[in-house]
């Protein structure tokens, strides 16, 4: 991973993890890597 | 009079029969014990590897047979029309960290089916769940055909 940009809490698992630009983009796409619930903008904060 | 053919299936038919399923049975071991579960899963047939998430309950015996990168099958069959078709992944099966993942590995598992949450009384934030690896050290796969004459 590159340098970390945004911290991901998913909504319905509660797991979070840092993501760098690629990760959130496909993380928006793909949804949570852990749960496989949607992932949306509200759901990333920045670092 | 009942015949049937036997054909060991290429690496790309396994591959191709692997892509198509997403669940089979997961068989582990430890000690003396086996443990077996049914269980989804995705495939990536450029590298040949197996993506699980796992769920264990509080209080389940799963997790002890997970412990450790335990060896592992992972076995996906069919039946259409009298072709019996089964694939059998031997190999560790490795926890995958999220802190470790990676865009390519996010877009894995998001092709990845999902476990059946609903059968958990417990919501997502109470369960465990986990990501695991699956790249195995034997692929194969077999197809049989039976014709009744």
């Known amino acids: 991973m590159t340098t970390p940009t945004h911290t991901v809490v998913c909504p319905e698992c509660h ?23 949607p992932i949306v903008d509200a759901d990333l904060t920045v670092e | 009079m009942t015949t049937s053919s036997e054909v060991e ?44 998430r796992l769920v264990s309950a509080a209080d389940g015996e799963k997790r002890a047979f997970l ?15 009298r072709v019996y078709t089964s694939a059998i992944a031997v190999g560790t099966l490795e ?7 990676t865009a390519e590995t996010i877009a894995q598992y998001g092709e990845t089916r999902r476990p059946l949450f609903e059968m958990w009384a417990d919501g997502k934030p109470d369960l465990d769940i986990e990501l695991y690896r699956l ?12 014709e009744t004459e």
């Open chain 2, 135 to 146: 790249a195995p050290e034997r692929l194969t796969g077999r197809k049989i055909t039976v």
């Open chain 2, 9 to 52: 299936m290429s690496a790309s038919a396994v591959d191709a029969f692997l892509g198509r399923h997403e669940t089979g049975v997961l068989s582990l071991a430890r000690d003396d014990s086996p443990y077996a579960i049914p269980v989804s899963y995705g495939y990536d047939e450029a590298s040949r590897e197996a993506f699980l």
């Open chain 1, 15 to 37: 797991r979070s993890f840092e993501v760098d630009a690629g990760m959130r983009e496909t993380l928006l796409k793909a949804g949570c890597a852990v749960c496989g619930a």
């Open chain 2, 95 to 101: 926890r995958v960290d999220p802190e470790t993942l």
């Open chain 2, 67 to 81: 412990a450790s990168d335990p060896e592992a099958r992972l076995v996906v069959h069919d039946e259409a029309e």
